[in-house]
C-alpha cells in the first residue's frame, strides 16, 4: 500500500480533521469558534512565552540587593531610605497606613511602661536591691582583636555613690496613687493594643516573637487599608491612587485617634513622672529608641488631624516576616537598571528564609547596630547582640553562595550610641574584652570596627573589598549620601562581572 504524502489527497491527518459530511450549520459555527478560540490561547500561550524570554533577558542586567542583619538592625529603615530616593511616590501612597504602626508603637509603649511599673509595684527608692550579678561567657579572650568578644549581662554599680540621694524620690503614697489614676484613665487606649496588632499582622501570629512584637507581610500597607475598608481582595493601593490619608475612613485608627487626643495630657504626665524617669536612669525600665521618639512628640502624633511625617515613617517600627521585594529604578550615569532589593525578617527562627535569595546576588548590605553593646537577644536572653551580630557576619561572610556578591556593611544607630556613651554607659560592663580602653565614641566606634573587619578578613578567599560605613538611617540627609556612594560602588562591581569595564 502506498505511503501518504503530505500532498495527497488522503492524508490520514487531513481526514481525521475533516468535518463530517452531515455537519450542520449550527455544529459548523460551534467548530469555527472553537477553532478560533484554540487559536487565540495558542497565540496567547506564545506571547506569554515570549514576554517571559524578555522579562529574563531584561533580569540579567538588574541588579539583585540583598539587606542583611539581626532583627531591629534598621535594615527595613534603611530600605525605606532607598524608596524615599528612588521611589517617593510610592512612600507618599503608603503613609495613610504609617498611623496604625505609629499608633500601635505609642500604645505598645504606654502598656510597657505601665506593665513596668506594676513590677514595681508603681514606686522606686533607694532602698530597693540592685540587680543582682550574673554574667555568662560565649568565648574569646581580653585582646581587643579577639573575636567573638567575651559578653556580660549588665552589673548595676553597687557603690556608695549609687545610694546618694536620688532627685526621683518623693512620697511613695502620693507616687502610687498618681499612677494609679493615670493607669485608670489610659486603661481605654491600652486596650486597642490587640486590636491594632491585630489589624497590621492581619492576624498572623509568630512563636518566639519575643516580648510580644508584630510582625507584617510584604504588602501589609494595602492590606491596612483593605481591612479598614472592609474589602476582602483588590488593588486597593491603585484604586486610592490621589486620595489624601485623612480621606480613608478607619473606624478603629479614628477611634484611637480620639483616644490619644483625649489623653495625651495624661501621657505626658506619665512619661514625666519621676518614678519613670528613676526607673529609666536605673535600667529597669528599658525602651527602645523609637518609644522614645514617639513619646517625646506625643502632643504632635495624638493632635487629631495629625498625618505621619516621613521622619515619623523612618523612626516607626515594625518586624519583617519572610522576605519582602522592593523594586528601583536607579539611572546610574544615564543608564536606568531595575535594583531588586530585598528586605528579609532578621530573627533567628527567620534566617533560615534568607538562602533561596543568596543565589545570584550582585550585592549584600549587612547592617549591625553598634549601640547594642549593652542589649541582648529577645529570642535568647543570653546572647549578647553585638556577638550575635558578628557570629552572623562571619556566616555571611563564609557562604559559598555569597563569594562573588559585592560587600556593604553598615555600622548602624551611631547615634544612639554616642547619646549612650555621654550618658556614662561603659562599654566594659557588657564587653569584657573591651579592657581599658578609653570609653569614648571614637574609641568605641572603632573597636567594634576593627571586630568586623577581622571576621572579614578571616573569610575572605577571594579577596573582595569590604566597604564600611558608619550610619544612622534615620537621618536623611546623611543616608541618603551613602546610599549615593554605595549605589556607586555595587554598579562598578556589576560592571565589573558583567565584563563591560
Same mark, same amino acid.
Given at each position: 500500500?502506498?505511503?501518504?504524502?503530505?500532498?495527497?489527497?488522503?492524508?490520514?491527518?487531513?481526514?481525521?480533521?475533516?468535518?463530517?459530511?452531515?455537519?450542520?450549520?449550527?455544529?459548523?459555527?460551534?467548530?469555527?469558534?472553537?477553532?478560533?478560540?484554540?487559536?487565540?490561547?495558542?497565540?496567547?500561550?506564545?506571547?506569554?512565552?515570549?514576554?517571559?524570554?524578555?522579562?529574563?533577558?531584561?533580569?540579567?542586567?538588574?541588579?539583585?540587593?540583598?539587606?542583611?542583619?539581626?532583627?531591629?538592625?534598621?535594615?527595613?529603615?534603611?530600605?525605606?531610605?532607598?524608596?524615599?530616593?528612588?521611589?517617593?511616590?510610592?512612600?507618599?501612597?503608603?503613609?495613610?497606613?504609617?498611623?496604625?504602626?505609629?499608633?500601635?508603637?505609642?500604645?505598645?509603649?504606654?502598656?510597657?511602661?505601665?506593665?513596668?511599673?506594676?513590677?514595681?509595684?508603681?514606686?522606686?527608692?533607694?532602698?530597693?536591691?540592685?540587680?543582682?550579678?550574673?554574667?555568662?561567657?560565649?568565648?574569646?579572650?581580653?585582646?581587643?582583636?579577639?573575636?567573638?568578644?567575651?559578653?556580660?549581662?549588665?552589673?548595676?554599680?553597687?557603690?556608695?555613690?549609687?545610694?546618694?540621694?536620688?532627685?526621683?524620690?518623693?512620697?511613695?503614697?502620693?507616687?502610687?496613687?498618681?499612677?494609679?489614676?493615670?493607669?485608670?484613665?489610659?486603661?481605654?487606649?491600652?486596650?486597642?493594643?490587640?486590636?491594632?496588632?491585630?489589624?497590621?499582622?492581619?492576624?498572623?501570629?509568630?512563636?518566639?516573637?519575643?516580648?510580644?512584637?508584630?510582625?507584617?507581610?510584604?504588602?501589609?500597607?494595602?492590606?491596612?487599608?483593605?481591612?479598614?475598608?472592609?474589602?476582602?481582595?483588590?488593588?486597593?493601593?491603585?484604586?486610592?491612587?490621589?486620595?489624601?490619608?485623612?480621606?480613608?475612613?478607619?473606624?478603629?485608627?479614628?477611634?484611637?485617634?480620639?483616644?490619644?487626643?483625649?489623653?495625651?495630657?495624661?501621657?505626658?504626665?506619665?512619661?514625666?513622672?519621676?518614678?519613670?524617669?528613676?526607673?529609666?536612669?536605673?535600667?529597669?525600665?528599658?525602651?527602645?529608641?523609637?518609644?522614645?521618639?514617639?513619646?517625646?512628640?506625643?502632643?504632635?502624633?495624638?493632635?487629631?488631624?495629625?498625618?505621619?511625617?516621613?521622619?515619623?515613617?523612618?523612626?516607626?517600627?515594625?518586624?519583617?516576616?519572610?522576605?519582602?521585594?522592593?523594586?528601583?529604578?536607579?539611572?546610574?550615569?544615564?543608564?536606568?537598571?531595575?535594583?531588586?532589593?530585598?528586605?528579609?525578617?532578621?530573627?533567628?527562627?527567620?534566617?533560615? +528564609?534568607? =538562602?533561596?535569595?543568596?543565589?545570584?546576588?550582585?550585592? *549584600? %548590605?549587612?547592617?549591625?547596630?553598634? #549601640?547594642? !553593646?549593652?542589649? /541582648?537577644?529577645?529570642?535568647?536572653?543570653?546572647?549578647?547582640?553585638?556577638?550575635?551580630?558578628?557570629?552572623?557576619?562571619?556566616?555571611?561572610?563564609?557562604?559559598?553562595?555569597?563569594?562573588?556578591?559585592?560587600?556593604?556593611?553598615?555600622?548602624?544607630?551611631?547615634?544612639?550610641?554616642?547619646?549612650?556613651?555621654?550618658?556614662?554607659?561603659?562599654?566594659?560592663?557588657?564587653?569584657?574584652?573591651?579592657?581599658?580602653?578609653?570609653?569614648?565614641?571614637?574609641?568605641?566606634?572603632?573597636?567594634?570596627?576593627?571586630?568586623?573587619?577581622?571576621?572579614?578578613?578571616?573569610?575572605?578567599?577571594?579577596?573582595?573589598?569590604?566597604?564600611?560605613?558608619? +550610619?544612622? =538611617?534615620?537621618?536623611?540627609?546623611?543616608?541618603?549620601? *551613602? %546610599?549615593?556612594?554605595?549605589?556607586? #560602588?555595587? !554598579?562598578?562591581? /556589576?560592571?565589573?562581572?558583567?565584563?563591560?569595564?
Amino acid at each position: 500500500m502506498r505511503t501518504p504524502s503530505i500532498y495527497s489527497q488522503d492524508d490520514p491527518l487531513t481526514e481525521a480533521l475533516k468535518p463530517p459530511e452531515s455537519e450542520t450549520e449550527l455544529e459548523r459555527r460551534a467548530r469555527l469558534e472553537e477553532e478560533a478560540e484554540a487559536k487565540r490561547v495558542s497565540e496567547q500561550i506564545d506571547e506569554d512565552l515570549r514576554l517571559e524570554r524578555e522579562s529574563m533577558k531584561r533580569k540579567r542586567g538588574d541588579v539583585k540587593l540583598l539587606l542583611l542583619g539581626q532583627a531591629e538592625s534598621g535594615k527595613s529603615t534603611l530600605q525605606r531610605q532607598f524608596q524615599l530616593m528612588y521611589k517617593p511616590h510610592s512612600l507618599e501612597q503608603e503613609r495613610a497606613s504609617w498611623r496604625t504602626v505609629i499608633y500601635f508603637n505609642v500604645v505598645r509603649s504606654i502598656k510597657h511602661i505601665l506593665n513596668t511599673l506594676e513590677s514595681w509595684d508603681d514606686y522606686i527608692d533607694d532602698d530597693m536591691a540592685l540587680d543582682s550579678p550574673t554574667s555568662k561567657y560565649m568565648g574569646g579572650s581580653r585582646s581587643g582583636t579577639s573575636s567573638p568578644v567575651i559578653m556580660n549581662p549588665p552589673l548595676e554599680n553597687n557603690n556608695a555613690h549609687s545610694r546618694s540621694a536620688s532627685p526621683f524620690q518623693g512620697n511613695a503614697a502620693t507616687s502610687r496613687s498618681t499612677i494609679a489614676s493615670l493607669r485608670r484613665r489610659l486603661s481605654p487606649l491600652v486596650t486597642t493594643d490587640a486590636a491594632l496588632a491585630d489589624r497590621l499582622s492581619g492576624g498572623i501570629t509568630v512563636s518566639g516573637s519575643g516580648k510580644g512584637g508584630v510582625f507584617v507581610r510584604s504588602g501589609w500597607q494595602a492590606r491596612t487599608i483593605e481591612n479598614a475598608l472592609g474589602r476582602k481582595r483588590g488593588r486597593v493601593s491603585d484604586e486610592l491612587g490621589p486620595k489624601k490619608p485623612d480621606e480613608i475612613q478607619d473606624v478603629l485608627v479614628q477611634d484611637v485617634s480620639r483616644m490619644l487626643d483625649a489623653s495625651k495630657d495624661d501621657i505626658r504626665e506619665l512619661w514625666a513622672h519621676p518614678t519613670v524617669k528613676g526607673l529609666i536612669v536605673r535600667r529597669r525600665l528599658k525602651l527602645d529608641e523609637w518609644s522614645e521618639f514617639f513619646l517625646r512628640h506625643i502632643t504632635r502624633v495624638a493632635a487629631s488631624d495629625y498625618v505621619p511625617s516621613t521622619d515619623d515613617i523612618l523612626h516607626a517600627r515594625i518586624q519583617t516576616m519572610g522576605v519582602a521585594e522592593h523594586i528601583f529604578d536607579v539611572n546610574i550615569h544615564g543608564k536606568s537598571v531595575s535594583w531588586h532589593l530585598f528586605d528579609v525578617g532578621g530573627a533567628r527562627g527567620q534566617r533560615h +528564609t534568607w =538562602v533561596p535569595y543568596f543565589d545570584d546576588a550582585n550585592a *549584600i %548590605i549587612f547592617v549591625a547596630p553598634v #549601640s547594642a !553593646f549593652d542589649q /541582648y537577644l529577645e529570642e535568647d536572653p543570653r546572647t549578647n547582640r553585638i556577638d550575635d551580630s558578628l557570629q552572623l557576619f562571619t556566616q555571611i561572610c563564609s557562604s559559598p553562595l555569597l563569594k562573588n556578591a559585592h560587600l556593604v556593611l553598615f555600622l548602624n544607630k551611631t547615634d544612639l550610641l554616642r547619646a549612650k556613651l555621654d550618658n556614662g554607659l561603659r562599654v566594659q560592663k557588657y564587653i569584657t574584652s573591651f579592657g581599658e580602653r578609653a570609653n569614648d565614641y571614637e574609641t568605641v566606634v572603632q573597636y567594634f570596627r576593627a571586630h568586623f573587619l577581622q571576621v572579614h578578613r578571616r573569610n575572605n578567599e577571594n579577596r573582595r573589598v569590604l566597604y564600611t560605613h558608619f +550610619t544612622s =538611617v534615620v537621618d536623611t540627609k546623611a543616608t541618603q549620601r *551613602i %546610599i549615593g556612594n554605595v549605589r556607586d #560602588s555595587i !554598579f562598578r562591581g /556589576y560592571l565589573q562581572s558583567a565584563a563591560l569595564v
